[in-house]
DNA sequence: AAACTTAGTTAATAATCATTAGAATGTTGG
DNA sequence: CCAACATTCTAATGATTATTAACTAAGTTT
């Protein structure tokens, strides 16, 4: 056995805190000094040298020669070096695998698609499908299989987190209960955390989108489904049995009662849904031929530029939604609210709903559009893979 | 100028940190000797000798003689000294104050009631009442006036937390933007905590109801008005503007729709009241002439024992709090929520809800009754008050 | 009464950080 | 061009706090 890893008050419970402390400032700043940090940290000079040489003995800092003098001895530069490892992120959908690559600094290295093949989409057959494709990716980015140090997946579910395991795939029998996690590291062989894919898009708008700096906000998407990533205290909410953020079957006024089941769609997530506009639309132009429309967003443009029967649409369906963003309001009292999804994501579907929210005096989020689009959820996957991994590593060899 | 009292990673960081963890150990378990801690905390023993001999000085902490032996010598027993101070907890409504002193272990010391006079309800005339009922009781209890070391109080209004105004008295218009903390403290000569009484609520049965261990629960009121405590990861979760859990504007079905306003009661809270209910039951029992109901946990009751009106009320009103809940476990999936006030704390109303809730694939949350009733916010109040109470003694002392 | 058990203290050692002094290596100004 | 100065970084020393090992204290068990 190993000595025990209690860290409680002990004399390295400083070294881990401040080595933890530069190794923050050094990859948020970028490249610096030792006198930058003595600066930043308020830690004494030569604690600052004696910890850096911790870090460099790590493999995770490193010296990058001379910069300019200011009027002295020119400092000698450190950086984090993020290109030590990698971690990605995978997006599991109904017909596709969605793929973003990127060093410890969460600097893109590749993003790409593939495909599903409906004859191979067993649980089993998906992962071996995602490891086949981040090998090629490492391959062709010149990065070793074991320079892969996590993974974070997103799929379309009630996701246990902590198990690793999926709950319920609204869409597909087949997954209820599987434990991808364990499935996924044991092919990867790094550490591979799941999640609900609203969660990670959530997620992804904090980290590099419409919310950065929201420490309580709600995302909420609108495709075929209809999700809501509840994001507070700085940090994704789950639920006790990892479901907050299931609106579909919310109840507010038009929508019948029903209970939540798993394997269908709600009331509200129904009226809502894209394929539920898009034949609303394509039955009523049958008449009037009128310009086509494929997508929501087409729809929704034509509602902009005045078109009756596409303003009747968005018109029903902000109503519907804005008593969604004021029960979300009044329950949970966020700065802001997000938009996402090929339904929730357009000017035109925003200014009706400013415009129905408007007249509250309390309850009031900002509501407005996420920036990502379609890889938030990847982002957020990156995201919060990029925190664990590099204290892993710092530990790891601190201790070997 | 005193030094700056920057504490990273250096070494008193250390004491600090051992110290708080032994003095918490020794709060938790009850009076116990040196050797007791040094197995609870896994310190060494000449450290924990040396944090308890801190401990002592600072009069937190005192030794009461030998225990019993076990084979060897016996030990010092050592407990926590809760008798060195006392913290407060205070609930103003519509109609009278309520009080609950504790000692630095939440023991109740006495508990108390006064009138507020209606010629006496400005803001400075309640903190004027305040001050002067706490002395009496500090006097009633041989304590001194520099023993009360905090308190905290229950509005119930929407209170901005950290200035500790009150924004919003539905009620009360001469409230709005009060800087009741800053008044308290001035006449109290400690520090005052301001917060909404149902998240006061909602903490209290954290702390010693119905919600013990619960880390994710939604506590309702439902009285003359609705509101609900959002207690999320261990602790009150209040929104970015300070008014989570008003849910008296909730949009659900069979509610029209309307948009929150700070100077009446919404829809949904109008159609919850007791007094709504109340008047419901008398129109209809003028005609028939049964049991008189002066309150509606009457009238639940006569719904119990089989009242067909009563019967009528009761699944109306437990119809739409069916919505308001499912709504609550979709958004947040707590574990529990609990259901207080007059209104809401009956069992009759409870097996209503539970038949209604019943089919739910996922969102289930269990919904039980509060455990406290009227005092609920009281304990809420000196939960979240003797934490920071006891750290601040150990730390001006540490430091003076 | 001797052996053992449990509680607690003292003395020596180790980890870590801060302070002070000084070395390394530039720029600035006469 | 060189002396004075500025900035970066390191080496030596001392302070705080922890641990380990040895020891004292005071009981119970055989």
Redesign the pocket.
């Known amino acids: 056995m190993t000595r025990k890893p209690v860290l409680l ?4 419970l ?2 881990k805190t ?1 080595a933890e402390l530069l190794l923050r400032l050094l990859r948020e700043s970028g490249p610096c ?3 930058d940090l003595v600066r930043a940290s308020g ?5 600052v ?3 850096v040489a911790t870090l460099i003995s790590t493999g995770l800092v490193e010296t990058v020669g001379e910069g300019d ?8 530069i450190l950086r984090f070096k993020a290109e030590h490892g990698c971690v990605a992120g995978v997006e599991i959908t109904r017909d596709a695998l969605r793929f973003l690559l990127t060093d410890l600094n969460g600097r893109e290295l590749s993003q790409s698609e593939s495909h599903i093949e409906k004859s191979k989409s067993t649980p089993l057959q998906i992962c071996q499908q995602i490891a086949k494709h981040l090998w090629k990716l490492l391959r062709q980015k010149g990065l070793l299989q074991k320079q892969l140090l996590r993974v974070t997946v997103g799929v379309p579910a009630i996701v246990n987190v902590d198990e690793g395991t999926v709950l319920a795939f609204t869409a597909l029998r087949e997954w209820n209960r599987v434990p991808l996690s364990l499935l996924l590291t044991r092919q990867l062989k790094c550490p591979v955390l799941i999640d609900n894919d609203t969660n990670l898009a959530a997620q992804g708008e904090f980290y590099c989108g419409a919310a950065r700096r929201e420490s309580d906000f709600v995302f909420i998407t609108i495709g075929e489904g209809v999700g809501a990533g509840v994001f507070l205290n700085g940090r994704i909410y789950r639920g006790s049995q990892w479901s907050a953020g299931e609106i579909g079957y919310l109840r507010v006024p038009q929508i019948s009662r029903e209970h939540p089941s798993i394997h269908k769609y709600g009331k509200l997530e129904t009226a809502l849904s894209a394929s539920g506009i898009l034949k609303s639309w394509r039955a009523s132009k049958q008449a009037t031929t009128g310009p086509r429309a494929l997508r929501v967003s087409d729809v929704w443009d034509q509602a902009a530029s005045g078109n009756a029967v596409a303003r009747r649409l968005l018109r029903q369906r902000a109503t519907l939604l804005a008593d969604v963003i004021l029960d979300l309001a009044l329950i949970l009292n966020p700065n802001l609210i997000l938009l996402g999804g090929e339904v929730g994501n357009h000017p035109a579907l925003l200014r009706e709903l400013n415009a129905l929210l408007a007249g509250s005096e309390f309850a009031v989020s900002r509501v407005a559009l996420g920036a990502l689009g379609v890889p938030a959820a990847l982002w957020g996957a990156i995201s919060i893979s990029l925190e664990p991994t590099v204290l892993r590593l710092l530990h790891a060899h601190r201790r070997g």
Do not use: E, H, M, Y
Request: glycine content about 12%; aromatic content about 0%; hydrophobic content about 20%.
């Open positions: 008050g002990r004399p390295p400083l070294r401040n000094s030792k006198a830690l004494s000079a030569p604690s040298t004696n910890v003098s200011t009027g002295g001895r020119p400092p000698d």
